[in-house]
């Protein structure tokens, strides 16, 4: 089935995901860790259609679980076994050779896939972005350019971690490029002389009128497809810059008009989520000229704070600083924001550029049915690399390729019309039952804890420590669904009439 899982995260909970995996040089007939990665991003039945078909670990003594940098703590070979025997029969369809679905566009400007770095530091030197650019992805929003002195403090991130130690949730107080306009503009002629067909989207920060206009004429002379004005950025120290600007719809619709003046190429407006809505800064960008919007940016943050030195993180010589807040767990707030962009009529025909916690292919598609034309990504990358846009790709194209989408276009926008900004419009007279799965049930009792603290007390557990319904209390919230450690519990099909 399309949609249902057979290997998860926590199958593979230990492996550290390495840069030149000893796993994969103990195999020698292919290449696990790749597979592996491919589990972690969700990504599991191309996972399958990559495998040799021969069962190369039938027979085979486990050296990959021997050369492991956690010996014998991940089951590689139990995990390829899985994929073989689980995942690949149940195909629906071949990976496709092409990667021709996903090729789009961005206000005109041709993408070969909807996916480009968002300006941060993983697209902040030549070095970078060429590298890039050679992994898979079709562009990149380049790191913020200004004419300010920027000087970074150190540290300059913190994050909340997962009990594996991966991040949820990264905060950061870093600004914009230190370098030069004139650097920066030799690196976009040098990327566009390289990588022609790459999409090259210059993110610009002016302190006036004219600078906004003058940044977005040089950023066109020196090869950008595209700009992208950084209304957003919550880490400035000058009042009046940044986030401050896309606080104040007045001032986004004269400074888009300003960067307007400068450039023929497409413009979209960054926009901060530090708002109650979006909608009237993305209005005044249109009305200055904008061709597009890009969100959301870092939401303000603090992220902890120290018992012994009462200092939040990242602390620098004692202090620390509200900052932006990234990652997988910004994404529902993201999504809320692109939805609404996406049904406000006065917006329509705007390309969205939609980022805010995208790991994975399944990530970026619930941004595209919610409108977003294309993908922006950064803290992902941080921790992983850029390697992660491999199954960002084979995911969507696996996904398009079974639900037989012609285009990744056919897919943008598809799940708006189920959006309310309002619970009025639920249904309320039936009941779902949960469905308890007795055979996968460990009889750890967590849904009982929980419908008798949280719910509505209709849990017990038998004799043999397996969930009993009371249908009679049960009201169909479904925290036991939620809670349950090996997802054994689901949602019947079954509905009753509410009395």
């Known amino acids: 089935m399309l949609f249902e899982r057979t290997i998860h995260r926590s199958d593979m909970i230990r492996c550290a995901l390495c840069q030149n995996a000893p796993c994969t040089a103990a195999c020698g007939q292919f290449d696990p860790a790749k597979l592996l990665r491919s589990i972690w991003f969700d990504n599991e039945k191309a996972a399958a259609a990559e495998l040799p078909q ?5 027979d085979c003594p486990a050296s990959c679980e021997s050369a492991c940098v956690r010996p014998h703590q991940v089951p590689v070979r139990n995990l390829m076994m899985r994929l073989h025997s689980k995942v690949k029969p149940e195909l629906e369809v071949s990976l496709p050779d092409s990667e021709d679905l996903l090729k789009t566009n961005l206000c005109g400007v041709p993408l070969e896939n909807p996916f480009l770095l968002s300006s941060s530091v993983v697209a902040s030197t030549y070095d970078m972005c060429a590298r890039a650019f050679e992994a898979g992805w079709a562009g990149a929003a380049f790191k913020t350019i200004c004419s300010f002195d920027i000087h970074e403090a150190s540290p300059r991130f913190s994050a909340i971690t997962g009990d594996n130690g991966t991040i949820i949730g990264f905060k950061n107080v870093e600004q914009l490029s230190d370098h030069s306009v004139a650097e920066n ?32 004429r040089l950023c066109e002379e020196n090869g950008a497809d595209a700009i992208e004005l950084n209304f957003s950025c919550p880490n400035m120290m ?8 896309g606080q104040v719809p007045e001032l986004v619709e004269r400074f888009t008009a300003a960067a307007r003046r400068g450039t023929r190429i497409p413009i979209l407006a960054k926009l901060t989520p530090n708002v109650a809505t979006m909608s009237p800064a993305a209005e005044a960008a249109k009305r200055g000229g904008a061709d597009g919007i890009a ?12 018992p012994h030195t009462y200092v939040s993180a990242p602390a620098v010589h004692g202090m620390s600083a509200v900052g932006g807040y990234s990652g997988n767990a910004v994404k529902p707030i993201a999504l809320r924001f692109i939805a609404e962009l996406g049904q406000n009529p006065d917006l329509s025909g705007m390309h969205l550029s939609a980022m805010g916690g ?3 292919w399944r990530d970026a598609l619930e941004f595209i049915l919610l409108g977003g034309g294309s993908i922006q990504v950064t803290t992902a990358v941080m921790q992983y690399g850029y390697r992660i846009i491999d199954d960002l790709k084979t995911g969507l194209i696996l996904y398009l390729t079974e639900k037989g989408f012609r285009s990744v276009d056919e897919a943008r926008g598809l799940a708006l019309e189920s959006v309310s900004d309002t619970t009025d419009v639920l249904e309320r007279d039936t009941v779902i039952f949960p469905k308890f799965h007795r055979e996968n049930c460990i009889g750890c009792g967590r849904c009982v804890i929980s419908c008798a603290d949280g719910g509505h007390q209709a849990i017990r557990l038998d004799e043999n420590r397996k969930p009993v319904l009371n249908g009679k209390k049960c009201v169909g919230c479904h925290l036991c669904v939620l809670v349950c450690p090996k997802g054994a519990i689901t ?6 009439k509410r009395n």
């Open 238 to 245: 000058d009042e009046g810059l940044g986030s401050d600007i």
């Open 358 to 360: 995208v790991e994975t």
């Open 295 to 306: 969100a959301i940016n870092t939401i303000k943050s603090i992220i902890g704070v120290n």
């Open 185 to 216: 503009m030799e690196i976009f002629r040098r990327l566009k002389q390289k990588y022609p067909t790459k999409f090259i989207l210059a993110s610009i920060m002016g302190q006036n009128e004219t600078e906004w206009e003058e940044l977005a």
């Open 54 to 58: 021969s069962n190369f670990c039938l």
């Open 491 to 496: 949602s019947s099909r079954k509905r009753i």
